[in-house]
């Protein structure tokens, strides 16, 4: 099962979207967020909220992603 972070990396790369913006939205510098997607802190469910809905999606979609199931462009 991937963790969390692994989840939001995957779903940032697919849209395209640099750790930069994500944490820039999230009101946290870079750093810290990429400790959120390499999973050396635990997340709060607030902050889980806005990285969905910066995705478009809801939490339980967001924890339910599987990156294995995606089809990537050629």
Do not use: C, P
Request: aromatic letters at 6%; proline letters at 0%; charged letters at 25%.
């Amino acid at each position: 099962m991937q963790s969390v972070g692994i989840k939001i990396r995957k779903l940032r790369e697919i849209q395209d979207l640099t750790q930069e913006f994500m944490a820039t939205q999230l009101g946290m510098s870079q750093t810290n967020y990429g400790k959120i997607e390499r999973g050396e802190v635990d997340i709060t469910y607030s902050t889980l909220k806005k990285i969905a809905d910066l995705f478009g999606i809801d939490v339980a979609s967001l924890l339910s992603f599987d990156s294995g199931n995606v089809i990537h462009k050629v």
